[in-house]
């Protein structure tokens, strides 16, 4: 063991006595467990909830979608579908039309989200799970139905038993508003019945309707294979970018071929985006809390200054004289981030297993908030303090070094 190093513990491991060195030396080290133990809690809650934010979009998002570069609405030809149907892990290929309409119900009006869907997807079950009430059917008996979200259905004052009423579906004829027609004709309407209701967040209840495709298509003067987007589902144990790879070949340049998070990118972006800032206006915390650490060596400087003389007439170079001051930093820091991560570890894993914090948002889908620790989240922090540490014991030491010499001088 080095000199500076042997000394160093001996003036961080001496024993506890009531001096008011010693005490900034403690809320030092416990200063900084304490904003180890928060960065690390607060960096898992938001791996908690993007993990979260991928579970729920897997509920209800395709595992990859097929959308124009430029256009909103778009066909691939027959071949191009057959090709894509072939490759290998492909289970489903259902064509989508998507656009915003007015509905009507019972003297209540709505802007809502239309979602037309053909066979392949209720076939593929999905959002089967999430029908809260109702049937899981979008035909029956040659008549239209539609599985509506839980908010629309709740804000409409929709009704199953009601067969005599339809929900009105309205949507802009654009070949009457080219030609400033603005009367009867200027809208189209349809008629359908809800069937069942679907519950899945917040942004899909309050504004999801699914219905048939044809029926769709028909309310919007569509073509019969105009889609708004193709919907891919994989099967299990596929790796999507190999499947993602081969139908971008397939459909050339004018579309894209998105995985489900390039369908939320904006949305997961931000997370990343608010995670990396608290990050650093955590680390900006730990550094003002780290004037605790700066103090302290420096009375400790003072302090330690008769010794510090004698260690230079025996030898000791101004090199090993700072690296002292440097390894106490170093002890108080280190100690300080150990007990932090553990008690952050543990809290996290309590909070993972028993969700002993509840969310406070009623009817929400989560009752705690979400925990996912990640050991990268760990390695930044610990190499945060130890800047910080370096940052904080740098001036002390040069201090020490300097005032030592300088009363050997005045000696």
């Known amino acids: 063991m080095g000199v500076s190093l042997f000394v160093a513990k001996r003036y961080f491991f001496s024993p506890f006595k009531a001096s008011f060195i010693t005490l900034i030396s403690r809320i030092s080290m416990i200063g900084v467990g ?70 009507r119900y019972n003297g209540k009006q ?18 089967k799970n999430q029908v809260v009430e109702g049937d899981y059917l979008l035909e029956y008996d040659g008549h239209p139905f539609g599985m509506v979200g839980a908010g629309v259905f709740m804000a409409m004052g929709m009704n199953f038993e009601d067969i005599y009423h339809p929900i009105e579906a309205w949507y802009p004829n654009q070949k009457a508003l080219a030609k400033f027609q603005v009367n009867v004709d200027a809208a189209n309407q349809k008629g359908f019945f809800p069937s069942g209701v679907l519950q899945v967040e917040q942004t899909f209840d309050n504004q999801m ?8 298509r028909e309310l919007t003067v569509a073509d019969s294979a105009t889609v708004s987007r193709f919907e891919i589902m994989l099967a299990e144990g596929v790796q999507e970018t190999e499947v993602q790879s081969a139908i971008q070949k397939i459909v050339g340049v004018p579309f894209q071929v998105q995985t ?33 650490l700066f103090y302290a060596l420096s009375l400790l400087v ?33 100690s300080g981030a150990v007990v932090g991560m553990g008690l952050g570890f543990a809290l996290g894993w309590i909070q993972q297993t028993f969700g002993i914090i509840p969310l406070g948002i009623p009817n929400a889908l989560i009752d705690a908030y979400p925990i996912q620790m990640e050991w990268f989240d760990f390695l930044m922090t610990a190499l945060v303090v130890m800047v910080i540490t370096f940052l904080a014991s740098i001036i002390p030491a040069r201090k020490a070094v300097q005032m030592t010499f300088n009363q050997l001088k005045a000696d």
């Open 34 to 103: 304490v904003e180890v133990m928060a960065l690390v809690l607060i960096l898992s809650v938001f791996n908690g909830l993007e993990d979260f934010q991928k579970g729920l979009f897997k509920t209800f998002d395709p595992d990859l979608s097929i959308v124009s570069v430029s256009e909103t609405r778009f066909t691939l030809s027959p071949s191009q579908l057959q090709q894509i149907a072939s490759i290998s892990g492909v289970r489903s290929v259902q064509p989508i039309l998507e656009d915003q309409a007015l509905i």
């Open 110 to 127: 709505l802007v809502v989200t239309l979602k037309g869907v053909d066979s392949s997807f209720i076939a593929s079950q999905r959002l």
């Open 209 to 216: 309707i699914l219905v048939p495709l044809n029926w769709m």
């Open 260 to 292: 489900r998070d390039q369908q939320h990118a904006i949305l997961l972006r931000a997370i990343k985006i608010e995670k990396l800032f608290v990050f650093i206006l955590m680390a900006f915390i730990m550094g003002i809390a780290s004037f605790t």
């Open 302 to 334: 003072i302090e330690k200054r008769k010794d510090l003389r004698t260690l230079l007439a025996m030898g000791m170079t101004p090199k090993q004289m700072m690296q002292i001051f440097l390894s106490v930093g170093l002890f108080i820091s280190f």
